[in-house]
């Protein structure tokens, strides 16, 4: 069995090679998945599984502590094991931040391929972390012209990230963050919505990576309503996610306004309609993306 380190999985991997590769795996047959969460407060547990035809099974543990930033520690940690498709023998294991970097900035840089305007510069993150840092990279690839702006609830860090991170300002208000971007993308563990709808402006392609529990959000209902909705994957979102479940058993929006997810491709609907029109991608993260760039990363390092 083969196992994929950090630093030698990462050498020959592009983010738009990745974007290619969910693109293939969307083209397979739909994947059966499973996920169960285990809470402590403030922490979870999390154990996803996932079997793609063509591409095998995967299995993902992963323990997702906030406290561990205040001392230095990766707030998620884990382990990602890849069986082989016809077989079931493992196969590989796969560095687990590597693949969480990689499938979960990956995701929304599909969203964002998909439904940006392709003339998009100004990128607002909002969340100072790792994630943002991958973020950064990744939506560089896509934008390489870029100007980014970070906003980070202790402004502090958002100051930090800008001195390390090439053609990145600080902007202490997140409001005005919001409303000067082409592109928001928010990755945050809020529990309580803190970007509103009414910030929104015509053309904006707004990306929500943060909210992966039933009790947590990152925008507002006006958010919702304003913009035209996408996902990742149906199945890990509308029932799952508190971004849409919440609103949805509210009557704020129905399911049926989830416009498409990464398996209607081959419809065409997964696209943006006019350059005025507002997109929203809801990220949800899902074991069949874990598999699908798990496998991406086995490829390019063999």
Not at 76 to 100: C, K, Q, R, Y
Request: glycine share 8%; proline share 3%; aromatic share 8%.
């Amino acid at each position: 069995m083969k196992n994929v380190a950090f630093d030698e999985g990462q050498a020959n991997l592009d983010w738009i090679g990745l974007t290619d590769a969910l693109i293939a795996g969307h083209s397979l047959p739909r994947a059966d998945m499973g996920d169960m969460f285990l809470y402590r407060t403030p922490d979870t547990g999390l154990v996803r599984g996932a079997v793609i035809d063509g591409l095998g099974y995967l299995v993902k543990v992963a323990t997702i502590f906030p406290e561990n930033a205040q001392h230095s520690l990766p707030t998620i940690n884990g382990s990602v094991l890849l069986f082989a498709d016809e077989t079931g023998v493992p196969e590989a294991t796969v560095d687990f931040h590597l693949v969480t970097k990689w499938k979960t900035a990956g995701d929304s840089l599909l969203g964002a391929r998909l439904l940006a305007r392709p003339d998009s510069r100004d990128i607002t993150i909002i969340g100072a972390g790792t994630q943002g840092s991958n973020l950064h990279e990744a939506y560089s690839a896509l934008f390489p012209d870029a100007r980014f702006t970070i906003w980070n609830r202790s402004p502090e860090k958002a100051v930090a990230f800008a001195k390390s991170h090439a053609n990145t300002r600080a902007e202490a208000d997140l409001e005005t963050a919001v409303k000067t971007a082409d592109i928001v993308t928010s990755a945050t563990m809020s529990t309580e919505p803190l970007i509103k709808g009414a910030w929104f402006q015509a053309g904006q392609h707004i990306d929500l990576i943060g909210a992966y529990r039933a009790d947590m959000r990152e925008v507002d209902d006006r958010a919702i309503t304003r913009a035209r909705i996408f996902v990742d994957s149906r199945d890990t979102t509308i029932d799952h996610i508190g971004e849409l479940k919440d609103p949805i058993s509210r009557g704020v929006i129905s399911s049926d306004q989830v416009v498409a997810d990464f398996y209607d491709l081959g419809t065409g609907s997964f696209c943006r309609q006019n350059v005025d029109e507002i997109t929203l991608f809801k990220n949800g993260g899902g074991a069949h993306l874990d598999l699908m760039t798990s496998r991406y990363i086995l490829s390019q390092w063999r």
